[in-house]
């Protein structure tokens, strides 16, 4: 069972709709991710939020919309999402500092129609 | 750019032998490496790290195995079992903040 808890795990969406990603951990981690992993191609990092602050946007539309409410949950706020955005949206957590591993979800798999 | 790559997309191992999975990366500032498993609609699950200061981390079958000058590491199973079989993701990262860049995978199959 994975310690990190992502909902819903299909979505699937109109390209005008408005629908959020969630993530949740209650394993005291103070760093969290959302990567985006489309079909045989490896997890590409979209934003790392550090103690509930972004500190990392690898560049990403601003169609998505993170959101850190606390230190336990993760959002990714969708909006006007286009068909390639379809792809299987992970989230990730880990404790700071150094030489720390990142435990994944199982990750919400997200079709634009 | 991929700085990490896994070369060999698929492999496949009969249970009860050794299973080598390889990787190679670019970048020399990446210190601390990971390997990943991964099983159809389930995300990843960490197996094993090491960082540059050590060239073998040892845990129960799992090996792995760092050649600095190379850019070179590979995780070695021992034996081999069907409950194996997935797919695998080595990791780099370069320092603190800890983003990590992926292999693009290799798929191990175990045969029983």
């Known amino acids: 069972d994975t310690e990190v808890t992502q909902t819903p795990k299909h979505l699937v969406m109109g390209m005008t709709n408005k629908k959020s990603l969630k993530c949740e951990q209650h394993?005291?981690?103070?760093?969290m991710y959302w990567y985006k992993q489309k079909a045989k191609k490896p997890p590409e990092l979209m934003f790392v939020?550090?103690?509930?602050?972004?500190?990392i946007n690898e560049s990403v539309p601003s169609r998505f919309s993170p959101e850190c409410p606390n230190s336990s949950l993760l959002n990714l706020h969708l909006h006007a999402l286009q068909p390639e955005d379809s792809a299987l949206y992970l989230c990730?957590?880990?404790?700071?500092?150094?030489?720390?591993?990142?435990?994944f979800g199982d990750g919400t798999r997200l079709s634009i129609l | 750019d991929q700085q990490v790559k896994q070369n060999s997309p698929s492999l496949s191992v009969q249970e009860g032998r050794i299973s080598i999975l390889n990787c190679d990366y670019t970048?020399?500032?990446?210190?601390?490496f990971l390997w990943y498993k991964k099983y159809p609609a389930e995300g990843p699950t960490f197996l094993i790290s090491i960082s540059s200061i050590k060239d073998k981390n040892e845990d129960g079958r799992f090996t792995v195995f760092l050649n600095k000058s190379a850019k070179h590491l590979s995780l070695h199973i021992v034996p081999s079992q069907p409950g194996d079989s997935a797919v695998y993701f080595c990791a780099a990262s370069d320092g603190p903040g800890n983003q990590f860049y992926f292999g693009t995978g290799t798929s191990l199959t175990v045969i029983p």
């Open positions: 394993m005291g981690h103070r760093a």
């Open positions: 939020y550090s103690y509930e602050k972004l500190s």
């Open positions: 970048n020399s500032m990446f210190d601390y």
């Open positions: 990730a957590s880990s404790q700071e500092g150094q030489y720390q591993p990142q435990h």
